[in-house]
C-alpha cells in the first residue's frame, strides 16, 4: 500500500476522512464562487463601460489590457447575438438583473424590427456599443482602403440558433423581471423560426436559416443537433409559461430530430445532416451536439451515454476539444461540460474542469476562448466555403466568459434553473 493510501486509511478510521472530504469540497466550492464572482464582475464592468443606461451590445472579443484586440476589422467591434444572449443569462444568474436588461433591451428590439421590416428576424452580429437607432443595424465597418462600407453575408444572415439563443435571453429576463414583453419578443422570435426554417424532410426538425444580404438571402438547408436542441428548449419554455402561440408542435418537431439523430449515432449525437436536409452527417463530430441535449428538461437517461462518448472521442488534457481531431482544449465547451457534470451530481468532474478553466481568465477578466493557438472544428464557415475553414484561437471571448459565469454559479440556460 502506498504511504497516501495509508494516510488516508487512517484519516478514515480516525474518523478525520470525512472532515477532510469536506473540508476539500469547501474549498471547491469557494474556487467556483471566486471564479464566479471575477468572471460576473468582468461581465458587469463591460457594460457599466458604456455610458448612459439605454440599450447596449457587448463586444465579442475583448480588447481590455492590451490584449485580445484583433486587427480584422469584422470582428473589432462585432457584437455576435449568441455571445450577448448568453451574457444576458449569465447576468441574471449572477443576481445582476440592471446590466442584463441593457443588453435585453437592445436584443428586443432587434427582435421587434429589422431593417428589411420583418417582425422577429435577428441578424447573427450587431456593431457593439450604445443602440440608439432604430431599426438597430447589423454589423459593417468603412474600409479606408476600398473607401466604402461593407458587411459580411454571415453576420447580416440569421442562424436558426442564435434566434433561439436570443429567445431564451428574453424568456429569462421575462422571469427576472416579470415582464410580459420579454416573451412576447421571445414568442416572435419563435415563430420566425417556424415559419422560415421548418422543414419535414428526413429528420423532421428545422433548418440552419438564412445567410447573405438582404437582396440575395440564401438558405441554410442544413440541419444542426445543436440548433434543434436550443428549439427544444426555447419551444417547451414557451409553452410552459403560457405564451399565446401554438409551441407543443413545434416542440415535438426539434424533439424528434433529436430522437432521429441519437438512434442513428448509436450511443451519441451526430451533430446533423448534410445540405440535402436527411443524410445523416458523420464526417466530424461536435461537443456541444454531446452535451446540450443533457441540459434539456426531461432528457432520457439513455442519452447520458453522449457524454461518455465526448470523454472519450473529444477529452484532451485538461478538458474537451470541440471535434474528434483532439488538437487543443476548447474552453468554452469545457465550461459547458463542467455544467452538465453538476447538473448530474458529479461534482468532483465539474470542480476539476472549473479549476481548469479558471487557469484561463485573461487580465482583462475575460476567459480565452482555448488553450492552444487555434483549435479546428471540423465545420466549414459558410456555405461557399470549401475547407473546414471555422476555427477557434486563443482570444478572450464573451461567449467563453459567460459559460464559465453559468457552470461557476450552476445556472442551466435552458431552464433558467439553478443546478446543485
Known amino acids: 500500500m502506498k504511504r497516501t493510501s495509508r494516510l488516508a486509511a487512517w ?3 480516525a474518523g478525520l476522512g470525512t472532515l477532510a472530504a469536506a473540508s476539500g469540497a469547501a474549498r471547491a466550492e469557494d474556487s467556483a464562487a471566486a471564479l464566479a464572482g471575477k468572471t460576473c464582475g468582468t461581465l458587469v464592468s463591460r457594460v457599466a463601460e458604456i455610458p448612459g443606461s439605454g440599450p447596449v451590445f457587448l463586444r465579442s472579443y475583448d480588447s481590455s489590457f492590451g490584449v485580445g484586440q484583433t486587427s480584422e476589422l469584422p470582428l473589432r467591434e462585432a457584437a455576435f447575438t449568441y455571445d450577448n444572449a448568453l451574457a444576458v443569462i449569465a447576468l441574471v444568474a449572477c443576481g445582476k438583473t440592471e446590466p442584463a436588461l441593457r443588453i435585453g433591451e437592445s436584443l428586443l428590439s432587434a427582435a421587434t424590427l429589422d431593417r428589411a421590416r420583418r417582425q422577429g428576424r435577428l441578424r447573427n452580429t450587431y456593431r457593439a456599443g450604445a443602440q440608439t437607432q432604430k431599426p438597430i443595424p ?33 424568456m429569462t429576463l421575462g422571469e427576472a423581471t416579470g415582464e410580459e414583453r420579454f416573451r412576447n ?13 421548418a422543414d419535414p424532410r428526413g429528420p423532421g426538425g428545422f433548418n440552419g436559416g438564412v445567410q447573405g444580404f438582404d437582396d440575395k438571402p440564401q438558405a441554410l438547408t442544413w440541419k444542426a443537433t445543436e440548433h434543434n436542441t436550443d428549439l427544444v428548449a426555447l419551444f417547451g419554455w414557451l409553452e410552459r409559461s403560457g405564451t399565446a402561440g401554438d409551441w407543443a408542435g413545434p416542440e415535438k418537431a426539434a424533439r424528434g430530430f433529436l430522437d432521429r439523430m441519437w438512434a442513428d449515432g448509436g450511443g451519441h449525437f451526430p451533430t446533423g445532416t448534410a445540405p440535402d436536409g436527411v443524410t445523416v452527417n458523420r464526417a466530424t463530430s461536435g461537443l456541444d451536439a454531446q452535451l446540450w441535449p443533457l441540459l434539456l428538461r426531461g432528457a432520457p437517461e439513455a442519452w447520458r451515454a453522449a457524454l461518455d462518448y465526448a470523454e472519450k ?40 474542469l472549473l479549476a481548469e478553466v479558471g487557469k484561463e481568465v485573461s487580465r482583462g477578466g475575460h476567459v480565452w476562448a482555448t488553450r492552444e493557438d487555434s483549435i479546428t472544428t471540423g465545420l466549414a464557415i459558410g456555405p461557399d466555403s470549401t475547407t473546414d475553414d471555422f476555427r477557434y484561437y486563443r482570444r478572450p471571448h464573451l461567449a467563453v466568459t459567460a459559460w464559465t459565469v453559468l457552470a461557476a454559479v450552476g445556472w442551466n440556460p435552458f431552464t433558467g434553473e439553478r443546478v446543485k
Open 185 to 197: 419578443g421571445a414568442a416572435e422570435l419563435a415563430r420566425w423560426v417556424v415559419a422560415n426554417a
Open 313 to 352: 472521442a473529444h477529452g484532451v488534457d485538461g478538458g474537451f476539444d470541440f471535434n474528434g481531431d483532439r488538437d487543443g482544449m476548447w474552453v468554452e465547451g469545457t465550461a459547458q461540460a463542467a455544467l452538465v457534470y453538476r447538473l448530474l451530481g458529479r461534482s468532483d468532474e465539474a470542480q476539476r
Open 11 to 13: 484519516l478514515v478510521a
Open 138 to 170: 447589423p454589423n459593417g465597418w468603412w474600409d479606408v482602403t476600398a473607401n466604402r462600407w461593407f458587411e459580411d453575408a454571415y453576420q447580416v444572415g440569421s442562424a436558426t440558433g442564435n434566434v433561439a439563443w436570443a429567445g431564451l435571453a428574453l
